[in-house]
Nanobody, 123 residues
Framework: VQLQASGGGLVQAGDSLRLSCAASGRTFSSHVMGWFRQAPGKEREFVAGISWSGGSFDYAESVKGRFTISRDNAKNTVYLQMNSLKAEDTAVYYC?????????????????WGQGTQVTVSS
């Protein structure tokens, strides 16, 4: 599976962005998908995850109520809708795919990673 993240940019606090992650391969629909982020000088952290069916979700506490993860298996794409953005959301955002199992918050549980897209929120 190859992943290509897009949709990042420079926005102001309070604005919205939607990230997309397009996947290649016919097995996309069987993968758990996750979004992670890494801010300068900080460790990578889990943001959101979605089950292969799209019926289960998990979010980091810091983004609950503001971010929504979704997927379209017909388009091999997972999305991250980010609303009410804050300066602390500034980071490089990565999408990741996990071949088996359930949503995991630990990055090493994921098998494939996209290249990352920069999100910068000015206050």
């Amino acid at each position: 599976v190859q992943l290509q993240a897009s949709g990042g940019g420079l926005v102001q606090a309070g604005d919205s962005l939607r990230l997309s992650c397009a996947a290649s391969g016919r097995t996309f629909s069987s993968h758990v998908m996750g979004w992670f982020r890494q801010a300068p000088g900080k460790e990578r952290e889990f943001v959101a995850g979605i089950s292969w069916s799209g019926g289960s979700f998990d979010y980091a506490e810091s983004v609950k109520g503001r971010f929504t993860i979704s997927r379209d298996n017909a388009k091999n794409t997972v999305y991250l809708q980010m609303n009410s953005l804050k300066a602390e959301d500034t980071a490089v955002y990565y999408c990741a795919a996990r071949t088996l199992g359930r949503i995991e918050v630990r990055g090493y549980e994921y098998d494939y990673w996209g290249q990352g897209t920069q999100v910068t929120v000015s206050s």
